[in-house]
C-alpha cells in the first residue's frame, strides 16, 4: 500500500510559481485543493447540454476563497516582520485574517460595517479572538480608513490591495487547470471588490505564458464572466456606487478596490460584467442545495446565477464547459438560509413510534 503525501497547503504544492523561498516560515492551515465538483441535476433540469463544474471555494479552513490569499499574506508579512495585521471586510476577509493571525502568533484588527455581516462569520472571528471594530459604515468606508491607518499604525494591510493575496488566490485558476488538463471556456464569478476575478485572471495568464515551455498544459484561457448583485453593481454601471445594497452581505461594496484589473481581465478574456437580482442569487442558492447537495452562501452564488442565465439566453453556448466559483460556505449565513425556508418549518409530533411512522409515510 503505498502512502499518499500529506497535503501541506498550496503555498507547498505551487511554491515555485509564488514569492517565498527556502527560509520562509510558511503560514498554513491547509487551505487549497478544494473540490471541483461537477454539477449533475441542474444542467439536466434547464435542458442544456452545457458541462458545469464548481469550484467549492466553501471548504477552504475558514470557509471562503479568502484563505488562498490569507496564507499568502500573512507568510509575508511575519517574514517582513509585522507584528499586527489589518483589513476592512464584510465578513470572510476578517474571519480568514483572525485564523491566520492566530497561526502566525500576531495581532489582527478587523474593521467591519456593524450589522452587515453574516453570522457565521461573526461566531469564527469572535472564536479566533480578532480585535473586531464595528464602524457604523459600510464597507467601502471601511477600506477608505484602513488605508489611511497604515500610515498611522504598524500594521500589514491584508485587504486584497496587498499583492500577496492575489499570488495567494491565483493558486485556484492553478488547480482547475491541473485538474481538467484544460482551462474551461467560461468562468463565473461574483464580483465585490475584484480581488478575486483579477487573481483568476492573473494565474490563468500565468498557466498559459508557462505552457509556452511546457511547464503547464494549456495555452488556453476562459472567458471571465464576473456578476454583481443589482444594488451593488458599479461594473455594470460603469462607476463608483456610494450606497450600495444587497441581501449578499460579501458583496455589498460600491468602491472596488481592483477596478482597473478587473476591467482588464474582462477586456483581454473577451469576457462581461453584468447584475443579478437578490431573487436571482437566492434562487440560484437554493437551487444548488436542492439539487446538487451543496450549500454555499448567498454571494457565492451569484456565479451560477449569471451562468444561468447567459446559458438561458445563449450567451454561453451549449458544448460550452463553465466553471463557477463558489466562493464562500452555506454555514457562514444561517439566518437568510433559514428566512429561505420559512415555508418548509420541520414538523413537531409525539416522540413515539406510532408517530413517527406516520410523519414519514404520510410524506414518502
Ligand atoms: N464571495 C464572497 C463569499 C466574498 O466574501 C467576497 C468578498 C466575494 C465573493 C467577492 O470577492 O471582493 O474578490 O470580488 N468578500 C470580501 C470580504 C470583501 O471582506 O470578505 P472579491
Excluded at 464595528?134 to 477608505?144: E, L, S, T, W
Amino acid at each position: 500500500m503505498s502512502i499518499r503525501k500529506r497535503y501541506t497547503g498550496l503555498i507547498e504544492t505551487y511554491r515555485d510559481r509564488l514569492p517565498v523561498s527556502e527560509s520562509t516560515r510558511i503560514i498554513s492551515i491547509g487551505e487549497g485543493n478544494t473540490p471541483l465538483i461537477q454539477l449533475q441535476n441542474i444542467p439536466r433540469l434547464i435542458g442544456k447540454d452545457v458541462d458545469i463544474y464548481v469550484k467549492f471555494e466553501g471548504l477552504n479552513p475558514t470557509g471562503s476563497f479568502k484563505d488562498r490569499g490569507m496564507t499568502m499574506a500573512v507568510t509575508k508579512a511575519v517574514e517582513e516582520g509585522s507584528q499586527a495585521i489589518l483589513c476592512a471586510s464584510t465578513g470572510n476577509t476578517s474571519a480568514s485574517a483572525a485564523a491566520y493571525a492566530v497561526r502566525a502568533g500576531i495581532k489582527a484588527f478587523v474593521l467591519i460595517p456593524e450589522g452587515k455581516i453574516a453570522l457565521g462569520k461573526l461566531a469564527q472571528t469572535l472564536m479566533y479572538g480578532a480585535e473586531i471594530i464595528q464602524i457604523n459604515g459600510n464597507f467601502d468606508v471601511g477600506m477608505a480608513l484602513v488605508k489611511q491607518l497604515a500610515d498611522h499604525a504598524p500594521v500589514t494591510i491584508v485587504n486584497s490591495i496587498n499583492p500577496y493575496r492575489l499570488e495567494g488566490q491565483k493558486t485556484a485558476a492553478f488547480e482547475i487547470v491541473d485538474e481538467l488538463g484544460t482551462a474551461p471556456d467560461f468562468h463565473c464569478l461574483p464580483v465585490g471588490n475584484a480581488g478575486n476575478i483579477s487573481a483568476y485572471w492573473k494565474g490563468y495568464s500565468e498557466y498559459a505564458r508557462a505552457s509556452e515551455n511546457l511547464k503547464a498544459v494549456t495555452d488556453k484561457r476562459p472567458v471571465m464572466c464576473g456578476y454583481q448583485a443589482a444594488g451593488a453593481a458599479p461594473f455594470i454601471s460603469g462607476k463608483m456606487i456610494d450606497h450600495p445594497e444587497t441581501i449578499a452581505t460579501a458583496i455589498r461594496i460600491g468602491h472596488p478596490q481592483s477596478w482597473d484589473k478587473a476591467w482588464n481581465a474582462q477586456k483581454e478574456s473577451g469576457g462581461w460584467f453584468d447584475a443579478m437580482t437578490d431573487e436571482q442569487i437566492l434562487a440560484a442558492q437554493k437551487m444548488l442545495s436542492q439539487f446538487e447537495g451543496i450549500f454555499c452562501e448567498p454571494a457565492s452564488a451569484t456565479s451560477l446565477a449569471g451562468a444561468l442565465q447567459d446559458i438561458g439566453a445563449g450567451k454561453i453556448p451549449e458544448g460550452s464547459s463553465i466553471v463557477c466559483t463558489l466562493t464562500g460556505n452555506g454555514l457562514k449565513d444561517p439566518d437568510t438560509a433559514i428566512s429561505q425556508c420559512k415555508d418548509t418549518h420541520p414538523v413537531t409530533i409525539d416522540a413515539t413510534l406510532d408517530a413517527v411512522k406516520r410523519a414519514i409515510l404520510d410524506r414518502m
